[in-house]
């Protein structure tokens, strides 16, 4: 029992003091990978560089501790954090107060439901997500993943669109007008350095070697050149005009915005006192006014976006040896004579209103810049105007389907490191593990977590024995939060972004959609339609996944709907198979109708209708035979149909008999007295039984010419026929 709630506890079973210096390099091996992916995988879910860490510290450690897998290393991973970024995406704007909030609710709502889901040992609900349909959209997610880094490869900046592919086409225009070479010069160097290291030899952390040699040269040859300047610096009047037009946008926005969440509350509380279906006129009122807001709103969100982008696309020039707080004047249109310091600078525009005082101006390649030192424990905030319960409720849909994604993948890695160590693994302790992970890692702002193929592949490649080695990783985690942050300063974004990219490239499986395929055509359709469906309606992916589960149970239930009738005859090798199927003669007084599937609500006229059709083909049919090794259920709809079926076929004049019935069926029937009515004689163990004592019982007075049931005739009687 004390294992049960403390799994750990089996670690120490034979540990010595070898197997713990291996987990201690294990861990540390694992560490190195996990810093620099984290801190990538935080930005594609919406969050500052360094929420990633905080996503790396609990998780792998608690995860560990109450899992049953003893290699398995969880964290931050590319498809949960794409999934947390597109779920929240219509509640607040990435990066902000709000988002980030909504973020750590988010991973302590999917490690809720993970724990519920483990500890009522309830694991086989990840079977409602097929591996067609997980395919799909993981392959699809690989895409969406790698080119969601575009924009910082290429160092250029563009709002999101409704749809990802259009902001795809939005990084493309910008990219056309201007692409920061040095900056896709670095992510260039630094995916070539991971590829190399990982042909000559996969031990090396190719990922840290990347990271610590860009971070190098980007300190060494100020690859990251902002300055913060008054507006007063920008000698464009039209340019400081938008800036002003930009600002009252925004300001109006975040005026109404109040407003709007006020009016929210009241309609509330009218709703709440209102009796009956007809809307008081205060309600009607405040429904108009709401109306009216959302209206002004999304005008302003329109206007503010399109100034937004004409600011981005502007270019600046500086004079050479300007000082700290050089003037700006746009790219080409500097006074006579003036020589520029050789930059192409940007100004950086937000969603927030731009500070007058200290405009951001973008003289070369993005870095991470400052991350705070230490690390923050407490309990996970509340956005605005939100109850906890509201909040959770409202984060609930996005995550169960986290949840399932999350644990499918945690799981797939679980049972296929486990499968070469021999190691025992519980689906449903796993469950918990992830579950206590996501649950005290938000209390560490962590956001959704889930376990990490190539990690746990490292993990694995460093021999570690159990799960020391993720206490061990987490505790590197910590001391880089206390004391090693400063190193990271320089940190380009583009490496970032190409440390995602060559993650996600293990993630494309086109072989999978052939498998499906081969499969079964359906599974294959699926598959691909689900791909589709996740490219079109990213960035709102759980979409996709919605199409893809609704197809599989559309087909599941036609499966049910319409399962195999087969008419059998007996095959040269003397088996017995579909004559339909492999052209073979039938005998046309007796037909061996093998039903597969459970005779359910779905389908349980399904096998009268058959059966009937076959008595209309066969005029001269005597004897119906039931082959039911197939029939693995029968409920009380089936079991009506069957008696139907019996009374049917015994009316006119036919005989009909059972074969190889499952106990679970004849114990149903024998509770509804249908098997008295079937009779016992009437039943058999099996095929060939059946056919002896029918084919001598039909057949007496002469069997039909060739027929290929002949081998149950006596031997004198076989050659006559």
């Known amino acids: 029992m004390l294992t049960k709630v403390f799994p750990f506890l089996l670690w120490f079973k034979d540990y010595d003091t070898g197997k713990f210096r291996t987990d201690v390099v294990a861990g540390i091996t694992v560490a190195m990978v996990l810093i620099p992916q984290s801190m990538a995988y935080a930005q594609l879910a919406g969050l500052p560089a360094y929420y990633g860490l905080y996503a790396a510290f609990l998780p792998p450690m608690v995860a560990a501790l109450f899992g049953s897998s003893r290699q398995l290393a969880t964290g931050p991973v590319a498809v949960v954090s794409l999934m947390s970024a597109a779920s929240l995406e219509p509640l607040a704007t990435a990066g902000s107060t709000e988002f980030i909030a909504y973020s750590v609710l988010l991973a302590l709502t999917v490690g809720t439901f993970q724990f519920l889901l483990g500890v009522l040992r309830l694991g086989l609900v990840v079977n409602l997500l097929s591996h067609p349909v997980v395919n799909g959209f993981t392959n699809a997610a690989a895409i969406i993943i790698a080119s969601s880094q575009f924009s910082k490869l290429f160092g250029v900046y563009v709002d999101k669109a409704p749809h990802h592919y259009e902001t795809i086409l939005h990084v493309c225009r910008s990219a056309l007008h201007y692409t920061h070479l040095p900056t896709l010069a670095m992510g260039v160097f630094s995916i070539a350095i991971m590829v190399i290291l990982k042909r000559v030899n996969p031990k090396i952390p190719n990922v840290l070697v990347a990271v610590a040699v860009t971070t190098v040269i980007s300190f060494a040859f100020k690859f990251n050149h902002d300055v913060f300047v008054p507006a007063a610096s920008i000698k464009a009047p039209a340019i400081t005009a938008k800036i002003d037009a930009f600002n009252r946008d925004v300001a109006e926005i975040a005026s109404l915005g109040a407003e709007r969440a006020a009016l929210n509350t009241r309609l509330k509380a009218v709703e709440d006192h209102t009796e009956g279906p007809i809307p008081s006129s205060e309600q009607m009122e405040l429904d108009y006014e709401l109306a009216r807001i959302n209206a002004r709103i999304d005008t302003l969100k329109a206007s503010s976006g399109s100034t937004r982008e004409a600011l981005r696309l502007v270019h600046f020039s500086a004079p050479k040896e300007a000082g700290e707080s050089p003037a700006f004047y746009v790219w080409g249109q500097e006074p006579q004579g003036m020589e520029t310091d050789g930059r192409k600078w940007r100004l950086k525009v937000g969603n927030k209103p731009l500070a007058l005082d200290g405009l951001k101006m973008i003289g070369a390649g993005a870095v991470v810049g400052d991350i705070p030192k230490g690390l923050k424990v407490g309990i996970p905030a509340l956005p605005d105007n939100t109850t906890f319960l509201g909040a959770f409720i409202q984060l609930l849909p996005f995550a169960v389907i986290i949840s399932l ?270 098997l008295e009515t079937i009779g016992k004689e009437n039943i058999y163990p099996n095929g060939e039984r059946a056919l002896t004592a029918i084919y001598q019982q039909i057949h007496k007075e002469g069997a039909c010419g060739g027929c290929p049931l002949s081998k149950y005739l006596p031997a004198e009687e076989a050659v006559s026929a």
């Not at 490292?458 to 990783?473: E, H």
């Not at 087909?555 to 003397?574: C, G, H, M, T, W």
């Not at 061996?592 to 779905?602: A, E, N, Q």
């Not at 019996?646 to 679970?664: C, D, L, Q, W």
Request: with cysteine.
């Open 405 to 674: 994604l999350g644990f499918m993948e945690a799981i797939a890695i679980a049972k296929a490191m486990a499968a070469k160590t021999g190691q025992k693994l519980d689906p449903n302790q796993e469950l918990i593990g992830q579950g206590l992970a996501n649950i005290i890692g938000s209390f560490g702002q962590s956001y959704a977590v889930s376990g990490s193929f190539s990690r746990s592949a490292v993990n694995l490649q460093a021999n570690a024995v159990s799960g020391i080695s993720s206490v061990v990783t987490s505790l590197m985690v910590a001391l880089t939060l206390l004391f090693f942050t400063p190193l990271l300063y320089h940190l380009p974004q583009a490496v970032l972004a190409s440390v995602i990219m060559m993650a996600v490239i293990g993630l494309v499986n086109v072989k999978g959609f052939v498998h499906a395929w081969k499969a079964k055509r359906a599974d294959g359709a699926i598959s691909v339609i689900t791909f589709i469906c996740t490219l079109y309606f990213a960035p709102h992916l759980e979409e996709g996944i919605m199409v893809g589960v609704a197809l599989t149970f559309i087909v599941f239930i036609y499966k049910n709907l319409r399962p195999r009738v087969a008419l059998l005859s007996r095959s040269e090798d003397q088996t017995f198979r579909s004559s339909v199927k492999f052209g073979l003669k039938e005998c046309q007084h007796i037909a061996v109708v093998r039903f597969d599937g459970p005779l359910i609500f779905t389908n349980a006229s399904y096998l009268e209708d058959k059966v009937l059709e076959f008595i209309t083909e066969k005029p001269d049919l005597r004897h119906i035979l039931i082959e039911s090794s197939g029939i693995n259920d029968v409920d009380a709809s089936g079991e009506e149909a069957l008696a139907i079926l019996i009374e049917t076929v015994r009316e006119s004049g036919r005989g009909i008999s059972f074969s190889s019935m499952k106990e679970e069926v004849v114990a149903v029937l024998e509770r509804t007295h249908l």
